[in-house]
């Protein structure tokens, strides 16, 4: 049913852009009596005449093909789920994303967006309530109340007291009513939303939001057309944030000087991209070259590579998400995944097919390494990467057919697997 | 034979609240603010009731409370925990460790007056 709807979307995309049947089939190099054939989904494409039509309607193939499609029908319908008191066309959303593609988009994205903000709101929850700074700081508050309330009972309700002792309680008073107000003030500048301490680590570090605005590829820093200098000047950042972002991109600049792009992409294609054969034939480790997959120029004949990095707690220390795999930023993740058993085998990297319930497939390679060495009576500090891919059949070497499928999901509200032994969270489309 | 308390507890003006408190009551009082010499201190006072605050420099109250309760010679000894700390989880913690009483802060100086008489009397 949705594969039918390729022509329908290619159709209301072309008509966005008030482009005629002629126009496009001249750019895809095919006959406009064809492309009809096609937008009636009365002819199938794919390969190089779907990706050229894309590229026309400035669209990702995959926005076109079934996969993403699918991936969008499935945030819309959570989207729909979470808001049960509007009574949506549910059975008509596929429908809906091939009409009116733009939208849909809209849609998922701001559901996504919502999704993202409740996550951080519960986790900001959960920080408050076992934040140790706020903890002593209400302790703090209760005893100055403590001593303030007893004190004033005690002048209030005892008319005979010494004149000393009665001096004695005041001045304690003064004292505590003043250590109340300093409490007080510091409980404030704590949740002053100009604080960096609460509010920045819960956004994408400047570096980040750099990667995603440049498609996670800095070809001037690359070509040297920029300097790191450069960079920083042009992001007005704190002193912290420019320390931070500095080192991130003299690792970006170290990574980009060991595997050149051009001489890189010429034996990735050679060697279908695999990160564990390429890491041979570079004399490399696998994180670097997972690391330089993640970050190729969005090009139709580049397989898309997302990234997620963790330590051994599972908390992520860096990302980069494709559309149809969003990785959760606070935990919340499917344990499933290989990367997170990876950190049980440092050192040797997993190769892993990941089967998604909405059927989404990802060719993964996942890697633990030790960041320092061993010592004596402390286990060896381990993070690990995955490398994902969804354009598995760009790397024709590696046998998807030998490498180990394994039935995952990206979060438990949004996975259907309702039998699954690793469920700790309903499913939020169960209802329907 | 006048009774006596001993109140352990760090914030002082608590300290000079309470004793002033007791004092009027009748009471004799003593104070520490340290966990670490609780216990002896409470063997060489021989009170009648113990007020124990949770959180305290050195060791905890609930450690105190503890080892009140494990000791032969004060393991009878009614403690009134007064504590800021009042969750549920901190509550059942206190009653499995054996507390008398659980008062949290901030309290009325009124209804601790009462629970201190009750307890002595008990």
Same mark, same amino acid.
């Given at each position: ?8 979307? =290619? ?49 990702? #193939? ?27 066309? +549910?059975?008509?959303? $596929?429908?809906?994303?091939?009409? &009116? ?19 951080? &709101? ?42 000393? +002792?009665?001096?004695? &309680? ?35 570090? #400047? &570096? ?13 820093? $690359?070509?040297?057309?920029?300097? =790191?200098? $450069? ?8 002193? $912290? ?47 670097? =070259? ?6 190729? #120029? ?36 499917? #344990? ?97 | ?5 001993? !109140? ?10 309470? /004793? ?22 409470? !063997? ?19 450690? !105190? ?38 008062? /949290? ?18």
């Amino acid at each position: 049913m949705v594969g039918a709807l390729l022509g329908t979307r =290619i159709r209301e995309n072309r008509k966005a852009l008030k482009l005629t049947q002629k126009d496009l089939a001249k750019i895809a190099g095919i006959s406009a009596s064809y492309l009809n054939l096609i937008e009636h989904n009365r002819r199938g494409i794919a390969g190089k005449t779907l990706n050229t039509i894309a590229r026309a309607l400035s669209v990702e #193939p995959s926005e076109l093909s079934d996969g993403m499609n699918q991936s969008l029908i499935n945030r819309l319908k959570s989207a729909a789920i979470r808001n049960k008191q509007i009574n949506t066309e +549910t059975n008509r959303i $596929e429908e809906f994303a091939a009409r &009116f593609p733009g939208f849909a988009r809209l849609i998922a994205r701001q559901s996504d967006q919502i999704n993202i903000r409740d996550e951080e &709101f519960t986790i900001l929850s959960d920080q408050l309530k076992h934040d140790p700074y706020f903890a002593e700081a209400m302790h703090l508050l209760l005893s100055n109340i403590t001593t303030i309330r007893s004190t004033a009972d005690i002048l209030a309700g005892n008319s005979n007291i010494p004149t000393k +002792t009665s001096k004695r &309680f005041i001045d304690n008073l003064a004292e505590e009513a003043l250590k109340l107000s300093n409490t007080a003030e510091d409980i404030f500048d704590y949740f002053e939303p100009t604080s960096e301490k609460q509010v920045t680590n819960l956004d994408l570090s #400047p &570096f980040e939001l750099l990667l995603e605005k440049n498609s996670y590829y800095l070809k001037d820093l $690359e070509y040297k057309k920029q300097t =790191i200098d $450069e960079i920083l000047s042009s992001l007005n950042l704190s002193s $912290e944030d420019h320390a931070k972002t500095k080192n991130s991109l003299k690792a970006y600049v170290e990574m980009v000087k060991n595997l050149p792009i051009n001489s890189f992409l010429d034996v990735a294609v050679k060697h279908s991209y695999d990160a564990i054969s390429l890491a041979k034939h570079f004399n490399t480790d696998i994180l670097s =070259i997972c690391f330089r997959l993640a970050h190729l #120029p969005k090009r139709s004949d580049i397989p898309k590579f997302g990234i997620i990095q963790c330590d051994a707690s599972g908390s992520v220390l860096y990302r980069k998400q494709l559309n149809s795999f969003s990785l959760p930023r606070y935990g919340g993740a499917c #344990p499933l995944w290989p990367v997170y058993r990876s950190l049980s085998q440092p050192l040797q990297p997993i190769r892993a097919m990941l089967d998604m319930p909405m059927g989404d497939r990802f060719h993964t390679i996942s890697f633990a390494y030790p960041t320092e060495a061993a010592q004596i009576g402390m286990p060896a500090l381990t993070e690990a990467v995955m490398l994902f891919t969804p354009d598995y059949l760009m790397l024709p070497k590696i046998s998807h057919t030998q490498t180990p499928q394994l039935a995952v999901g990206l979060q438990c509200t949004v996975c259907s697997r309702l039998e699954c032994p690793a469920r700790r969270a309903p499913y939020l489309l169960e209802s329907k | 034979m006048k009774k006596s308390v001993v !109140i352990i507890e760090d914030e002082p003006f608590i300290i000079e609240a309470l /004793t002033f408190l007791l004092e009027n009551e009748g009471l004799v009082v003593r104070s520490i603010s340290d966990g670490a010499n609780a216990i002896d201190f409470i !063997i060489k006072s021989k009170p009648n009731l113990v007020i124990l605050d949770i959180m305290l420099p050195n060791v905890s109250g609930m450690k !105190i409370l503890e080892d009140i309760r494990s000791m032969d010679e004060i393991s009878n000894l009614p403690v009134l925990m007064l504590t800021a700390k009042g969750q549920k989880k901190d509550r059942r913690a206190a009653e499995e460790a054996g507390v008398s009483k659980f008062m /949290t802060k901030p309290f009325d100086n009124q209804e601790l007056i009462e629970n201190v008489k009750a307890m002595i009397k008990s």
